[in-house]
Each structure stands twice: as structure tokens, then as C-alpha cells.
């Protein structure tokens, strides 16, 4: 029996990153950075599209890639409608949806939509998404905001988060559906979900303005005082827009929003990089608290990941807040490619349910 082989893509702001596994077994692993000045020439996320799609093609072709072997390409879920977590097969409503941006515009989105034009392009592959951010298994509940006109949201890293809540359980040998867990994504942007017996009932929108502040997004900001500066005129739109998602949090403290430089100044003696850095543990350590009281203090472990989990003085300063609601667990970085290569393999062996859209 001949191997089957999976691509997985993984469309960033910045980035395109892509892997090819052989089965279970990484061939090779890609990551393309894109300048400012490559992306500047394109409108619209979408419009980049032949530009990434490309770049992935000629990398498979200098590797000289058996592409008739490749039985699914598993892209990343981009801003679709809300739904359950799983894998997805991309059909035309799903394209649509990532296309117009249903649910707002990120280079995630392109990753069904390159998936699906890889996939066709070949004889008998299948193309997924897996775990989209727009996952939302949200108790109603958590969807109160405290007004009406606004609905709590569920926007956050579900692939990394469902990814490395499956990893904790089978260390253990246990089910993750069995398991009330408290996870903490920290990377670009922050998100902290309540997972009880393999839903997120609970989580910050890790996009859009919620929870602890970030590398590069600036959190729950107090609302009284964000609109008072909405309506000073010293803002337009899109640069209040920035301010939350993009420029806020530790880029708009201190001009970077590399963690590792931020932790390197506090560890120089820069004051307010001490200050900043130690304030994002803070927040962190503050929102899993909230997230288990939201399990009625039930939890069997906290799952610390994400590039900020590299840092250890940020470890154990949320450490020390937290060690008294459950174990602590670290699993630093994100194996997103990973997670959707194996998600599509178990797709094709029919290990897990493949759902439409």
C-alpha cells in the first residue's frame, strides 16, 4: 500500500506556512514570510489568493512532490459562520462565505479557499478545515454582554486549543471529552476558554476587544473611556480599529510586539518593560481564574500555550496566581500544521466525523 501524503496550509497576516506529511510522518515544513511592500499591492485579503496559492505550488514542484500521492490538503478555517468544532469539507457555500468574509477579513480565510483549489486541481484529494476561530460551542449564558444591542461572541484559537487539550488527555489516558480544562492561548492575541467535557462553554473574543491584552491587541479596554475617545476626533475608524486589533497591547506600551524583546528589556532593568510584561501575566492569570469559576471551580488542569509559554519568567508569574485552582501544564508554541494534518488523516480513515457546512 503506497502512502498517502497530507498538506496542511496555514495562512498568516504575515506568513504563509505550509507542511506535507507522508501519513504521520513530517516530510517537510515551510514557512514563507510576505514584506509589507509583497502584500501592499493587494486590496483585499482575498485578492492575494493566486499569490499564496503559487508560492505553495512551486514549493511542492522544486521538491519534486508525487502530487497524485497527496490525498487531502487541510487548510486552516478562516472567518466563516459560527460552528461546532470538527473537520469540515470545503464546499461552495463555505467558499462563499470565506470569499465575502462573513465574518470579517483574515488571511485564515484563505486557507480553504487554496485548499479546495489544490484539492480539485488533483485527482482524488479531499480538501478540509479544522477548528476554525469562529468555532462557538458558547453556553447561552456566556453570551450575555450586559446590553442588548451587543451578543458575546466566540472568536479565539480553537485549533491550538483543541489540539493541545487532546495531547494533555492522552498523556493521562484519558478522554478529552471526559475533562474540565482551563486553556490559555498565548501568542498574538490571548484567549482563555472553560472546556468542559470537549466544548469551549466559554471563552474571550481573542479578536475583537476581550480579555487580557496582547503582543499586539489591546483587550478588554474600559468601555466608558473608549467611547469618550471615539467621539474626541483625534481618531478616525480604521486607526480606533488598529488600536484594538493590531497596534494596541505591548506594541503601543513600548513599540514591539515581540514578547521576547519585551521580556529582554524587563530583564535589562527597563521599568516599563517590567511593568508591561508583568501586567500580561497579570491579565492572564486574572481571566483563568474567571474561566474557572465559570466550571464551578472544577478543573483538572491548566493548559498554558502559545510562543508566549517559551518565557519563563511569564510561566511563573501566571503560575503563582493560578496553582491553587489545578496542575499547571506548558505546553509552549503552536503545532498548528500538526493538528491539521492529523485531523485530515483521521478524516480519511474515518476515525472522526467529517462535517458539512
Known amino acids: 500500500m503506497i502512502n498517502r501524503l497530507i498538506l496542511a496550509i496555514n495562512p498568516g497576516s504575515t506568513s504563509t506556512k505550509f507542511s506535507l506529511f507522508e501519513e504521520e510522518k513530517l516530510v517537510f515544513e515551510k514557512t514563507l514570510r510576505h514584506s509589507s511592500d509583497e502584500l501592499k499591492k493587494f486590496e483585499k485579503i482575498t485578492d492575494q489568493f493566486h499569490f499564496r496559492r503559487n508560492l505553495i505550488m512551486n514549493e511542492l514542484t522544486e521538491r519534486k512532490t508525487k502530487l497524485e500521492r497527496i490525498a487531502a490538503v487541510v487548510g486552516r478555517g478562516g472567518l466563516i459562520k459560527p460552528i461546532e468544532s470538527g473537520v469540515y469539507k470545503v464546499n461552495q457555500r463555505m467558499k462563499d462565505d470565506l470569499a465575502d468574509g462573513v465574518s470579517g477579513q483574515h488571511a485564515s480565510n484563505l486557507g480553504g479557499l487554496i485548499a479546495d483549489d489544490i484539492a480539485s486541481s488533483l485527482c ?14 458558547l453556553q447561552s449564558i456566556a453570551r450575555i454582554s450586559g446590553h442588548p444591542e451587543i451578543e458575546r461572541k466566540s472568536i479565539f484559537h ?11 488527555a492522552t498523556s493521562i489516558g484519558k478522554k478529552y471529552e471526559n475533562l474540565n480544562l482551563v486553556v ?17 462553554i466559554d471563552v474571550n473574543n481573542a479578536l475583537n476587544g476581550d480579555g487580557p491584552f496582547s503582543p499586539e491587541r489591546s483587550g478588554g479596554l474600559p468601555s466608558r473611556q473608549l467611547v469618550d475617545l ?3 476626533g483625534r481618531f478616525s475608524y480604521a486607526e480606533l480599529k488598529e488600536m484594538i ?6 506594541v503601543a506600551y513600548l513599540g514591539t510586539n515581540n514578547f521576547i524583546e519585551v ?11 517590567i ?18 469559576a465559570v466550571l464551578n471551580g472544577k478543573v483538572d488542569a491548566i493548559i498554558l500555550t502559545g510562543g508566549m509559554a517559551y518565557q519563563d519568567t511569564n510561566i511563573n508569574d501566571i503560575r503563582s496566581m493560578v496553582s491553587f485552582i489545578a496542575n499547571v501544564v506548558v505546553y509552549p508554541g503552536e503545532d498548528e500544521l500538526k493538528a491539521l494534518a492529523f485531523n485530515g488523516l483521521l478524516a480519511l480513515d474515518g476515525k472522526i466525523e467529517i462535517k458539512d457546512y
Open 263 to 273: 521580556c529582554k528589556m524587563a530583564e535589562e532593568g527597563d521599568k516599563k518593560a
Open 245 to 250: 486589533t493590531g497596534k494596541g497591547g505591548m
Open 275 to 292: 511593568l508591561i510584561r508583568k501586567a500580561a501575566s497579570y491579565q492572564i492569570g486574572k481571566e483563568i481564574g474567571a474561566m474557572a
Open 230 to 232: 471615539c467621539f474626541s
Open 158 to 168: 480553537a485549533l491550538n486549543q483543541k489540539a493541545v487539550a487532546r495531547i494533555y
Open 124 to 137: 482524488c484529494a479531499s480538501a478540509f478545515i479544522v477548528d476554525p476561530v469562529v468555532v462557538d460551542e
Open 184 to 200: 490559555a492561548h498565548m501568542g498574538g492575541g490571548v484567549s482563555v476558554g472553560a472546556h468542559k467535557n470537549g466544548r469551549v
